[in-house]
């Protein structure tokens, strides 16, 4: 693996990009939370297949798809971060999370699975939390049955399962993640199977645009508060999205605003994180499923990397 450019802030979030021997780029990127030290909690980010199928119209990843990578390759992008900072694979961090969501489905890729099984034992990591974020495609139950397995043997309260959903309306799913997919019902009976007494609840996550159906009743019908949690993030202003007219419900640079969504879910009895990077994070794209390399080669040159992979950015109103 070559790593063949890189961006961002070392106190913030730096996305890299590398060239596999097979010519295939990828990226992955590690980032910190300011004013946490990387000792407190150090979050990488990884890619586990080249592009993606499923295409979502909000990701810049699902522009192409070229195979999976094997366990060696995911491997090397979660070794070069390491060894950056902690070349002894001794990794302090109270949390260090490992995200399997950059490029690619990661249910896709039974790879992914030996990393989890490998993961504990090739670092010493007492912080170590792996995190799974899929769409719960509807192929994929060997995935998941697996995943299971490996998070009661391994994991025990130190795993994080998200699952994307996006909308509660069945069209609007199917046009935002446009895959056969697990209906709501199998994600609550799964996701009921899963958690277990000290376990992280499982994740539900909505990127809402402005125009997103997002029922709280229809959460409720399915998913109890008890297991489930919500995660609510800003649509990223990638290519693709802009393409699809979609803009994000979410201000990006307004933290601390109250939004109608929000107040609804938590008077549903959710927990509900509003999940906002910080500025530069965002810039660089430190979220699920984008590809930076499109924005590389809309580039004139390299140079337009360190401006940020943002397409131009909408006008928000203060409040929602
Ligand atoms: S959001 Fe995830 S599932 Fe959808 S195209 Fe991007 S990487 Fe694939």
């Given at each position: 693996m070559k790593v063949i450019s890189s961006a961002g802030q070392e106190n913030i979030a730096?996305?890299?990009?590398?060239?596999?021997p097979n010519n295939n780029i990828i990226e992955f990127l590690e980032s910190v939370q300011p004013p946490y030290p990387r000792e407190k909690k150090w979050v990488l980010i990884v890619s586990t297949l080249y592009g993606c199928p499923i295409k979502c119209p909000i990701c810049d990843a699902g522009g192409f798809y070229k195979g999976k990578l094997s366990k060696d390759e995911i491997f090397k992008q979660i070794d070069f971060l390491v060894k950056r900072h902690y070349p002894d694979f001794c990794i302090p961090?109270?949390?260090f999370k490992i995200q399997f969501a950059r490029m690619g489905e990661p249910s896709f890729n039974m790879a992914v699975l030996d990393v989890l099984e490998e993961l504990p034992s090739r670092y010493q990591a007492p912080g170590l939390m792996?995190?799974?974020?899929?769409?719960?495609?509807?192929v994929s139950d060997k995935f998941f049955e697996r995943l299971l397995d490996i998070k009661e043997r391994y994991y025990r309260?130190?795993?994080?399962?998200?699952?994307?959903?996006?909308?509660?309306?069945?069209?609007?799913?199917d046009f935002l993640i446009p895959v056969k997919k697990w209906s709501f019902e199998k994600i609550a009976e799964y996701g009921a199977r899963f958690f277990k007494e000290g376990d992280r609840k499982v994740t539900l996550n909505f990127a809402p645009s402005e125009k997103s159906i997002i029922d709280v009743k229809v959460l409720?019908?399915?998913?109890d508060p008890k297991l489930f949690f919500i995660k609510i993030t800003p649509l990223n202003p990638t290519y693709r999205?802009?393409?699809s007219r979609l803009f994000?419900?979410?201000?990006p640079d307004l933290k601390d605003s109250k939004y109608d969504l929000i107040e609804s879910l938590r008077g549903g009895g959710y927990e509900v994180l509003l999940s906002i990077g910080e500025s530069a994070e965002n810039q660089i794209?430190?979220?699920?499923?984008q590809y930076i390399t499109q924005h590389l080669n809309k580039a004139e040159d390299q140079c337009r990397l360190a401006d940020g992979y943002n397409c131009k950015l909408r006008e928000y109103s203060e409040t929602k």
């Open positions: 730096t996305v890299f990009l590398a060239q596999m961090a109270d949390k792996p995190c799974i974020s899929s769409v719960a495609p509807s309260g130190k795993f994080q399962l998200q699952f994307s959903i996006h909308s509660t309306d069945e069209k609007e799913r409720k019908n399915h998913f999205a802009e393409k994000s419900y979410i201000n794209g430190s979220n699920c499923g």
